[in-house]
């Protein structure tokens, strides 16, 4: 919650567990959870340089693959937690490595 709060401004609870990955290159397993908002104004923070709203078919390109596909097998699937393996770079590793969309 502090994260949210931190990087959109926005209080928000939790709702349900989206997804389970295992990252074998970074040796982690990342969680996605479903939140509502509960409070706050989407703003700008010292985490964030920018912001906005997004419908499924309409996703910023600047996504990792990995997440993308994490979002739209939840979506496609009643909701439902889906476990999977991501072996691709992170958003932040495209950055770092010079990636452009």
Same mark, same amino acid.
């Given at each position: ?23 074998? !290159? ?43 596909? !994490? ?31």
């Amino acid at each position: 919650m502090r994260e949210i709060r931190e990087e959109t401004a926005l209080d928000a609870e939790v709702v349900g567990l989206a997804s389970v990955s295992w990252k074998p !290159r970074q040796n982690e397993i990342l969680f996605q959870f479903v939140c509502r908002i509960t409070g706050g104004v989407l703003a700008v923070t010292e985490e964030s340089d920018d912001f906005g709203y997004f419908t499924l078919d309409a996703l910023p390109a600047r996504l990792s693959p990995a997440f993308r596909a !994490r979002l739209l097998d939840w979506s496609q699937t009643q909701h439902r937690t889906i476990p999977r393996t991501d072996d691709g770079p992170s958003t932040r590793e495209l950055l770092d490595q010079g990636h452009t969309w």
